[in-house]
């Protein structure tokens, strides 16, 4: 069974940084794709970044690309999310998942791809 785990989240001011983690239990972290989400209160999950199974490859949603950087430590089992230049609109629960497909290549952006999912961490920016 895997099991992922948020942390990190936390109350920051606009444009602050935080930094997420996301360590993984179970085999084989690295012949998945794992992704990144959030959702904010009253609003549909949205798709916030996403990394390769080596790391070399990423993509990211209009709302965060250039302010947040997805990073991946396949001998730690952990993808690393780096948020900075933090706005109030930002402040959501921040997700984990990993995607369905073993050894995928596609960089998947829908929540329905992903079927392993973390509890979440809480990210709430003030203005």
């Known amino acids: 069974q895997v099991q992922l785990l948020e942390s990190g989240g936390g109350l920051v001011q606009a444009g602050g940084s935080l930094r997420l983690s996301c360590a993984a239990s179970g085999r084989e972290f690295s012949s998945y794709v794992m992704g990144w989400f959030r959702q904010a209160p009253g609003k549909e999950r949205e798709f916030v970044a996403v990394i390769s199974r080596s790391g070399g490859s990423t993509y990211y949603g209009d709302s965060v690309k250039g302010r947040f950087t997805i990073s991946r430590d396949n001998a730690k089992a952990t993808v690393y999310l780096q948020m900075n230049s933090l706005k109030p609109e930002d402040t959501a629960i921040y997700y984990c998942?990993?995607?369905?497909?073993?050894?995928?290549?596609?960089?998947?952006?829908?929540?329905?791809?992903?079927?392993?999912w973390g509890q979440g961490t809480q990210v709430t920016v003030s203005s």
């Open positions: 998942a990993r995607d369905r497909k073993y050894l995928g290549l596609t960089l998947t952006t829908t929540a329905s791809g992903y079927d392993y």
